[in-house]
């Protein structure tokens, strides 16, 4: 489903900082991995690439075999409203709109009718057990409840892949463990392939898949494990 290929990013700036270093990568539709590194080795750089939130500079990047490189922006924006779903560690959730109306937002940009999107958000709270929340805003919501919405608003354009950038980071260990069940689910029930990037082993260790990135190289899976 996801295919990279020997893909470069240098940001620029007073001095260059090539931050992606030939990056090879195949994830499997259907598949649940995890990526860990150190903070700075190129992850959520990675993630944005894969979620045609930003440009590479070299090399090659398929979804689903097609290519997706120097696309317009609206081309680029509609990959990314029809194929990926966004989750982040601060939640990214409008404070002074509340749960529905967070989970319906990106089919008010998609032109659905009020009816309908709110509709479909509630169906996507309810699926989060969030049904008695919908009415509340984000400041009402605990860390674990704020998640949750905001994995409700990735999922109502019904994406194929999901792209969570520490989605845990905030939380607790009990409630990362619970929205960690929600991935697991979506994962198995719906077939989404998820990839996650974290800091956690523990959650980690939840995906069937754990890719390992170093000063923006991807450590062959076969490589020995060093314990200082
Ligand atoms: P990670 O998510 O693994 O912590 P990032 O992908 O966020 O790493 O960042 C990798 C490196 O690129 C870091 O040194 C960071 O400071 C730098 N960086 C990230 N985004 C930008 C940007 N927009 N412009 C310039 N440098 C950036
Ligand atoms: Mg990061």
């Known amino acids: 489903m996801i295919r990279l290929r020997d893909v470069n990013k240098t940001y620029d700036g007073a001095?260059?900082?090539?931050?992606?270093?030939?990056?090879?990568?195949?994830?499997?539709?259907?598949?649940?991995v995890s990526i860990m590194g150190a903070s700075g080795s190129g992850k959520s750089t990675l993630l944005n690439i894969l979620g045609i939130l930003d440009n590479y500079d070299s090399g090659e990047y398929y979804i689903d075999g097609k290519l997706i490189k120097d696309l317009s922006e609206n081309r680029a924006a509609e990959y990314r409203?029809?194929?990926?779903?966004?989750?982040?560690?601060?939640?990214?959730?409008?404070?002074?709109?509340?749960?529905?109306?967070?989970?319906?937002?990106?089919?008010?940009?998609?032109?659905?009718?009020r009816k309908k999107r709110n509709k479909l958000a509630m169906e996507q709270l309810e699926k989060m057990g969030l049904a008695d929340r919908a009415h509340h805003l984000p400041g009402e919501l605990s860390g674990g409840q704020k998640q949750r919405v905001a994995i409700a608003r990735a999922m109502i354009t019904n994406p194929s892949i999901i792209l969570a950038d520490e989605p845990t980071g905030a939380l607790d260990s009990k409630t990362s463990?619970?929205?960690?069940?929600?991935?697991?689910?979506l994962n198995e029930v719906d077939g989404k392939t998820i990839?996650?990037?974290?800091?956690?082993p523990g959650v980690a260790a939840q995906t069937n898949r754990l890719i390992r990135i170093s000063d923006g190289v991807i450590v062959p899976e076969s490589s020995p494990i060093v314990i200082p």
């Open 177 to 185: 463990h619970d929205v960690m069940g929600i991935f697991r689910e």
């Open 15 to 32: 001095v260059p900082l090539h931050v992606l270093k030939g990056i090879n990568l195949d994830v499997f539709k259907g598949e649940l």
């Open 195 to 200: 990839i996650i990037v974290t800091h956690d």
């Open 81 to 113: 409203n029809r194929m990926i779903g966004f989750v982040f560690q601060s939640f990214n959730l409008i404070n002074y709109k509340n749960a529905v109306e967070n989970v319906a937002l990106p089919l008010f940009y998609q032109g659905v009718s």
